[in-house]
Nanobody, 121 residues
Framework: QVQLVESGGGLVQAGGSLRLSCAAS????????MGWFRQAPGKEREFVAT????????QYTDSVKGRFTISRDNAKNTVYLQMNTLKPEDTNVYYC??????????????WGQGTQVTVSS
């Protein structure tokens, strides 16, 4: 069992930066790939980024490539999402998840409660 708690969301102006963190409980954190997803009201949850269990591989959705960076620190049981050059369309609730290294929501078994990111124009 893995419990996930996100933090770091907030309100930022367009062009600004935020760093999201996701702290995991349990000693099996390093066995899982970790992903970030986001969801707007009334829309499906969508993939943002994922990192392999070792941190050696990453994937991003096209709209965030070059602006967002996912990383993890297995010693701290934490995964991060550094978000730069934020745009109003990045406004969403952001969720971290633990599961298989994949971009599909169905590949992840454990989810955090989400953190709100709001980007003003």
């Amino acid at each position: 069992q893995v419990q996930l708690v996100e933090s770091g969301g907030g309100l930022v102006q367009a062009g600004g930066s935020l760093r999201l963190s996701c702290a995991a409980s349990g000693r099996t954190f390093s066995r899982y790939a970790m992903g970030w997803f986001r969801q707007a009201p009334g829309k499906e949850r969508e993939f943002v980024a994922t990192v392999s269990w070792s941190g050696g591989m990453t994937q991003y959705t096209d709209s965030v490539k070059g602006r967002f960076t996912i990383s993890r620190d297995n010693a701290k049981n934490t995964v991060y999402l550094q978000m730069n050059t934020l745009k109003p369309e990045d406004t969403n609730v952001y969720y971290c998840a633990a599961g298989r290294y994949d971009s599909s929501v169905r590949s992840y078994d454990y989810w955090g409660q989400g953190t709100q990111v709001t980007v003003s124009s």
